[in-house]
Structures are given as C-alpha cells and as structure tokens.
Nanobody, 131 residues
C-alpha cells in the first residue's frame, strides 16, 4: 500500500489549500485515512480522518470549522480542504491509513484517531502560511 500526498505550498494568511492523498496497492474499501501534521519542535498532531467504509469523519478542535475532509472512491483519493489558514498551520502534513473492518472498529478508530494505529504513511507535503 502506498500513499502519495500533494497540494502543499505557500499561501498567505486567510487563504486556502486543498491537500490530496492517493491510495494505491489496495482497494479503497475498509480504510480509515487520516491527516496529521508536524511543525518544527512540536509533536505530531492528528487533524481529521474519514472512514472509506461509512464516510464517518472526525475533526480535532484546532481545525473544526476550517478544514473539511472528503473522499473520492473513483480516484482512491482523500482530500483535506483547508480554509482560513493562519501561520500556526505551517507544518508538514501527512496522510496515513489503517485497515478498519467492522462497525465497532470503524467507530473507535475514527473517534480516537491514534497515530500509532496507522500502518501506512505518505511522504508528507509542506504547508507554509505567511503572515
């Protein structure tokens, strides 16, 4: 399984970016795919995730209302639409995936978003927000 992120770049404060994460090497069913970020000197932070099984989503408080996660089965791709960006959003953004089978497993995995559960990680894409 491979994950490839794209869409990062430099944007001014208040602007928007859309990140993409394409999954290959497997069908798109039964995955929880999440977006994480890590800024220099800070711990990795879980932002949002989506179940490709039932479409359920999770957002951290830091991005709720500004970021939107979505998926496109035809393209095996998960998107993260990021609006109202601020310099505090500057970081390397990673997508990650964990196989999730069963209704209860989906509920728990989506709700808890524990990075150590994710088995596959992309290479990361830099997002820089200038003030």
């Amino acid at each position: 399984v491979q994950l490839v992120e794209s869409g990062g770049g430099l944007v001014q404060a208040g602007g928007s970016l859309r990140l993409s994460c394409e999954l290959s090497g497997s069908t798109f069913d039964d995955w929880t795919i999440g977006w994480f970020r890590q800024a220099p000197g800070k711990e990795r932070e879980g932002l949002s995730c989506i179940s490709t099984t039932d479409g359920s989503t999770y957002y951290s408080d830091s991005v709720k209302g500004r970021f939107t996660i979505s998926s496109d089965f035809a393209k095996s791709t998960v998107y993260l639409q990021m609006n109202k960006l601020s310099p505090e959003d500057t970081a390397v953004y990673y997508c990650a995936a964990v196989a999730t089978v069963g209704e209860m497993a989906v509920k728990i995995t989506v709700a808890t978003m524990r990075d150590w559960e994710y088995d596959y990680w992309g290479q990361g894409t830099q997002v820089t927000v200038s003030s």
